[in-house]
């Protein structure tokens, strides 16, 4: 029964990816697609170090821009026919650069976790990324390399002229990464990951090294991030050294924190939200990276667990099936909350805006007027004392919902 | 036969000398007891031979392997199991998960990527019997972290013992239990280190002295005398070193 659950989960899973295009397939809604799936195996590699093997990274993105790096330069030898292969196979190619990448780095790196492996991982970044704009045949110098990825054989008669052809390609590749991705979470190597994170010490008197449990994990999530690399060059056919850069890995540790590190739907919840915010967002904001930033850290002080962490909050009231009592009360704080929203982002826009008149929401506001910005402050204020006042009905109808005599929690780690 | 002897191991922090010269052979399949008052080295002791710790002098022999300064995993893959006297488990995994992870190096897996745990129903059923038998069982999705004192004594207990080592070294295994706690963990000890070696600390008496085969005792790391149970409560030098005072104060 568990068994055919699962399954049907999955495949669940597939059928919506695969259905994607048939709500929208716009120039922007399957470039948007294709951001998210090359974000959502990225971000999963990215927690099977950090979630699953606690292992901080400030360089992860290193494996994803090498594999990228070589994908292209597989597309670049495709066009010279130096090699033939249908180009559904390059994130291949990108992962298992990624993976020897990993494997060379892993030995050294992985020596320690905690601060060690994290300045390790730092240092290894800035050395990638500075070694691209030096080794230029590799990576071509600020410009990067781009290659063309329609030499490849048609596949079935299809030549991969148009995103959404990528899109499925791209589609396949995250169902195959994410079951591989999840089945690791099941084996030995994947579990005593889990162990080593709690209590590295502990799991060296159980008869397993730490260091080359770190070490396994390290190159199954170099492997997968080379994937994403891969899926990238197929998309965008081209690559540069901000793919592999501080600014990217500091993304994708976004990505997974603000999805939610425990879990292993968290850094696929992170990689749509932040995918969505950045596509959506900078197309109507100037502000997008300040109020990415802000999320982020509402995130780290209110919900440590990520968007799956607080949905997963609500398992006891479901099982329990006082979730609907919570619709009201729910209700009742998210009005005034997002009019303080409003009021926040109104501020800092007209606070932004160079003209005169600012247009917000339909309003014409004089941002050189006392008056306006005293209004602002007014209404931005009130609300924010309208959300902070709702709060006790929340924090008591939250506890009624949750009560119950004796809970057996599951570990989702 | 003896399956461990240390011969002339010492260990000093710094200047200070925490163990001196300890030489101790513990004979296959006893019950040895090591007692002492606290900061006599006994833990530090335990720590040399499982390896968290480097000898500074002197050698540890466990089945004809010389082990001193071995990585822990090494040795624990001889057959050496231990317990901490501070609890030590791997807190957000379940309680089911800290004992299989604790059965996996014994029954092979290794580092496999390829068997998915799911699947290994003998495993499986492996750990679900050492819950049992330590009285978790029906804490089994239970985060460890959020267990009880007692529970998590006992799951410290259960990691030791899963993997059915030759060897188990048991560090205050009973310490902070209620009594009656106390009562089922030595019948559990009993139970389950039969037809093999251990070497266990422990600061009750009574318990020792029920338990023990052999008692060694440890004042400012020194062995002072190892023997029977009744010999070594007669024991002129024990009963001034550390002894009277318990007898006194009990
Ligand atoms: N890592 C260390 N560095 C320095 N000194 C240490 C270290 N570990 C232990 N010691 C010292 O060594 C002495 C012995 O400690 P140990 O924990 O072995 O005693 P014990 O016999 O187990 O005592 P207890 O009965 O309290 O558990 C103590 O004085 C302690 O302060
Ligand atoms: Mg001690």
């Known amino acids: 029964m568990a068994m055919i659950k699962k399954l049907s989960v999955w495949i669940a899973f597939l059928l919506v990816m695969l259905a994607l295009p048939q709500f929208s397939d716009s120039i922007l809604s399957v470039s948007i697609y294709n951001q998210m799936a090359i974000a959502i195996i990225f971000a999963l590699s990215y927690n099977m170090l950090l979630g699953q093997g606690g292992m901080l990274s400030f360089g992860h993105a290193v494996y994803f821009g090498l594999g990228g790096f070589l994908a292209v330069h597989t597309l670049i030898m495709m066009e010279f026919e130096t090699v033939y292969f249908s180009i559904i196979w390059i994130p291949l190619v990108g992962g298992l650069f990624g993976l020897l990448a990993a494997i060379f780095i892993g030995s050294f790196s992985t020596h320690k976790a905690g601060t060690v492996f994290a300045m390790i991982s730092l240092g290894i970044g800035e050395l990638i990324a500075a070694s691209s704009l030096i080794f230029v045949g590799f990576f071509g110098g600020e410009a990067g390399v781009s290659g063309d990825r329609t030499f490849g054989p048609p596949l079935f008669g299809v030549e991969f002229f148009q995103d959404v052809e990528i899109y499925y390609v791209a589609a396949v590749w995250v169902f195959i990464a994410t079951v591989f991705m999840y089945l690791f979470t099941q084996t030995p190597a994947g579990r005593m990951a889990n162990a080593v994170r709690d209590n590295p010490e502990r799991a060296e008197f159980i008869g397993y090294s730490a260091r080359r449990v770190r070490f396994i994990s390290f190159c199954a999530s170099g492997l997968f991030a080379g994937i994403a690399g891969g899926l990238f060059a197929l998309n965008y056919e081209f690559i540069t050294e901000e793919n592999l850069n501080a600014a990217t890995s500091g993304r994708v540790l976004l990505m997974a924190y603000i999805g939610g590190l425990g879990y292993f739907i968290g850094p696929i919840l992170g990689a749509v939200i932040l995918t969505l915010m950045n596509s959506l967002l900078s197309n109507y904001s100037d502000l997008w990276m300040l109020y990415l930033g802000i999320m982020f850290l509402l995130t780290v002080l209110f919900l440590p667990r990520g968007f799956a962490g607080f949905i997963m909050m609500h398992q006891v009231a479901w099982l329990k099936g006082s979730l609907k009592n919570l619709a009201l009360p729910y209700l009742i704080t998210c009005i005034p909350a997002i009019l303080f929203l409003v009021g926040a982002i109104g501020m800092l826009e007209m606070s932004h805006s160079e003209d005169a008149i600012f247009h917000f929401l339909g309003m014409e506001l004089d941002t050189s007027s006392t008056i306006t910005w005293l209004a602002a402050i007014i209404f931005t204020l009130g609300s924010l004392f309208a959300t902070s006042k709702s709060l006790p009905q929340l924090r008591d109808a939250w506890e009624e919902a949750n009560t119950i005599p004796e809970v057996v929690k599951e570990d989702e780690s | ?250």
């Open chain 2, 1 to 250: 036969m003896s399956i461990l002897s240390l011969n002339n191991v010492s260990k000093s922090f710094g200047e200070t000398k925490i163990i001196k010269a300890v030489s101790l052979d513990i004979e296959q399949g006893e019950k040895h007891a090591i007692i002492g008052p606290n900061g006599a080295g006994k833990s530090t002791l335990f720590h040399l031979i499982s390896g968290r710790h480097n000898v500074t002098d002197g050698t540890i022999k466990f089945k004809d392997n010389e082990i001193q300064n071995k990585p822990p995993y090494e040795i624990a893959r001889l057959g050496l199991a231990r317990s901490f006297q501070v609890t030590n488990i791997f807190h957000r995994m379940n309680v089911f998960e800290n004992v299989r992870c604790a059965l996996l190096w014994s029954s092979n897996y290794r580092y496999s990527f390829w068997h998915l745990l799911g699947r290994q129903g003998e495993l499986n059923d492996q750990a679900m019997h050492v819950l049992d038998q330590i009285g978790l069982k029906d804490k089994a999705l239970y985060p460890s972290g959020e267990l009880a004192y007692a529970q998590q004594r006992a799951l410290e207990l259960g990691i030791a013992i899963a993997s059915g080592a030759e060897l188990i070294m048991l560090d205050e295994p009973v310490a902070g239990m209620s009594h009656s706690e106390a009562e089922n963990a030595v019948e559990l000890i009993n139970r389950i280190t039969e037809g093999k070696t251990l070497i266990m600390v422990e600061h009750d008496m009574n318990i020792v002295f029920d338990m023990a085969d052999r008692i060694s005792v440890l004042v400012y790391g020194e062995i002072i005398a190892t023997d029977k149970p009744e010999n070594v409560r007669g024991n002129a030098r024990v009963q001034e070193a550390y002894l009277g005072e318990v007898a006194t104060s009990a």
